[in-house]
Every structure is written in C-alpha cells, then in structure tokens.
C-alpha cells in the first residue's frame, strides 16, 4: 500500500470512512436480527446486505487506486483548481 501521505492522502481517509460505515452497518445488522420477530425488525436484512456488499465492493476499488502507481486525485498536477460545486444535469 502506498504512503498515506501526499496525493493518496484522500484515497486513505476514504478509505477509513468507508471502513468505518462498513462496520457500523455490520453491527447493525447483528444486533437487529437476533431473536425478534420480522415485524419488529428495524432493517431489512437483505437491503442491508446490499449496503454492505457495496461497501465492501468501494473498500476494494479504493485499495485498487491506492496501488495503482499512475494514480492522481482529480486536479492534481494540473494547475486548475477543483470545482466547487456538482454540475447540473437539469434540462431546460
């Protein structure tokens, strides 16, 4: 793994957010399903199942940009600045 320093420094804390949601949405689901009847469950085992498919499934693409040796973050090196804001995809 790359030096959390530097350009990958955004894919490492991602990283760690992502880790994190993993591991709450893991718990939850553990304590949510034990002994209780499907009525009284807070979460849909499945759609947590999704989530945490999900999860995992972006856990390995940031660990794929982290060894990836041509790797940059958007804007990086090329002398313009980030967008501020998402661009609108509304028609007019």
Do not use: C
Not at 5 to 31: D, I, P, R, Y
Not at 36 to 59: H, K, M, N, Q, Y
Request: negative net charge; glycine residues 8%; aromatic residues 4%.
């Amino acid at each position: 793994m790359s030096d959390p320093t530097g350009e990958n420094n955004v894919l490492h804390e991602l990283k760690v957010v992502v880790g994190l949601a993993l591991a709450m949405a893991e718990v939850s689901q553990a304590q949510h399903t034990g002994d209780l009847p499907i009525t009284e469950w807070l979460l849909d085992p499945a759609e947590s199942e999704r989530e945490r498919v999900g999860l995992r499934g972006i856990l390995a693409a940031i660990t794929e940009l982290e060894s990836s040796p041509s790797f940059q973050p958007p804007g990086a090196g090329s002398g313009r600045p980030l967008p501020t804001h998402a661009p609108s995809f509304t028609r007019r």
